[in-house]
């Protein structure tokens, strides 16, 4: 089973950028798809974004398409998610996981959550 760790969460001000980093553990994770989620308190887990196996594809939730991208390094082990134009209403903890079903925007598809990285924007 992969773990995945991730960082790079933080304080911005609205307009600002973040990127934050998904670390994952294990010698299978170039055959993983991936994906990104987010969870504002009292809401539910939201779908951001997901990342093919090879990187060459991507398919993100309509609220942050062309201000987020995700993007990975196969030998580094680590899947990305590059943040601009962050507004008041990212604030949320970013979680990434393993994608088991390309495409899905549903969390029940998702497995092996990391803990999640904090990200506030300030109006």
């Known amino acids: 089973q992969v773990q995945l760790v991730e960082s790079g969460g933080g304080l911005v001000q609205a307009g600002g950028s973040l990127r934050l980093s998904c670390a994952a553990s294990?010698?299978?994770?170039?055959?993983?798809?991936m994906g990104w989620f987010r969870q504002a308190p009292g809401r539910e887990r939201e779908f951001v974004g997901t990342?093919?196996?090879?990187?060459?594809?991507?398919y993100y939730a309509d609220s942050v398409k062309g201000r987020f991208t995700i993007s990975r390094d196969n030998v580094k082990n680590t899947v990305y998610l590059q943040m601009n134009g962050l507004k008041p209403e990212d604030t949320a903890v970013y979680l990434c996981a393993v994608c088991r079903h390309w495409g899905s925007k549903y969390y029940a598809a998702y497995d092996s959550w990391g803990q999640g990285t904090q990200v506030t924007v300030s109006s």
């Open positions: 990342i093919s196996s090879s990187g060459g594809a991507t």
């Open positions: 294990g010698r299978t994770f170039i055959n993983y798809h």
